[in-house]
T-cell receptor
Framework: IAGITQAPTSQILAAGRRMTLRCTQD?????MYWYRQDLGLGLRLIHY???????GKGEVPDGYSVSRANTDDFPLTLASAVPSQTSVYFC?????????????FGPGTRLTVL | GQNIDQPTEMTATEGAIVQINCTYQ??????LFWYQQHAGEAPTFLSY??LDGLEEKGRFSSFLSRSKGYSYLLLKELQMKDSASYLC??????????WGAGTKLIIKP
């Protein structure tokens, strides 16, 4: 693989179910991010990780959790999905976490919660 | 607080020039990014400005005025493939990017 991958590509989920979105990068980037993108609202940061073993909350963290056990993987978990979590989810990575580094995005996961 | 404003949608003609504006308010300043996003795809990096002035990259140029909290993306010799959304972003006080809602650019033949 080259770059950043996400799985699944799309998913329809019943409300109340648990779901993990997967994200893997092979660029050895230190920082990784999860965004959601909703029509008219732009990208909103859910959680981020500046380096393996650390995570931080973004603008809209409620209902989501993340872990960063190693450099390459940054899964996002919805413990109990709700319809308002219907969105397109993008994972991204950057070499550094200082805000001035270019972020590279995965192809996205389109999630529908019914 | 932080805020970023961009026009929601713009229309331009193939071969023409278009300027997409972005105004921002941040507690500090650590640069401004422009990304391009085609429909159904991921955002991709276009430019990063940290100093005032115009930076040119082929058909695309980006301008920054820190004193005015203003940037624009200039696209020349428009091609149909330039139809996309253009996203403006600035780092916040935690060095995480705050994103504008994006400007959807429609190119007509």
């Amino acid at each position: 693989i080259a770059g950043i991958t996400q799985a699944p590509t799309s998913q329809i989920l019943a409300a109340g179910r648990r779901m993990t979105l997967r994200c893997t990068q092979d660029m050895r980037h230190n920082a990784m991010y999860w965004y959601r993108q909703d029509l008219g609202l732009g990208l909103r940061l859910i959680h981020y990780s500046n380096t393996a073993g650390t995570t931080g909350k973004g603008e809209v963290p409620d209902g989501y959790s993340v872990s960063r056990a190693n450099t390459d993987d940054f899964p996002l978990t919805l413990a109990s999905a709700v319809p308002s979590q219907t969105s397109v989810y993008f994972c991204a990575s950057s070499d550094g976490g200082g805000g001035a580094d270019t972020q590279y995005f995965g192809p996205g996961t389109r999630l529908t919660v019914l | 607080g932080q805020n970023i404003d961009q026009p929601t949608e713009m229309t331009a003609t193939e071969g023409a020039i278009v300027q997409i504006n972005c105004t921002y308010q941040t507690s500090g300043f650590n640069g401004l990014f422009w990304y391009q996003q085609h429909a159904g795809e991921a955002p991709t990096f276009l430019s990063y400005n940290v100093l005032d002035g115009l930076e040119e990259k082929g058909r695309f140029s980006s301008f920054l005025s820190r004193s005015k909290g203003y940037s624009y993306l200039l696209l020349k010799e428009l091609q149909m493939k330039d139809s996309a959304s253009y996203l403006c972003a600035v780092p916040d006080s935690n060095y995480q990017l705050i994103w504008g809602a994006g400007t959807k650019l429609i190119i007509k033949p």
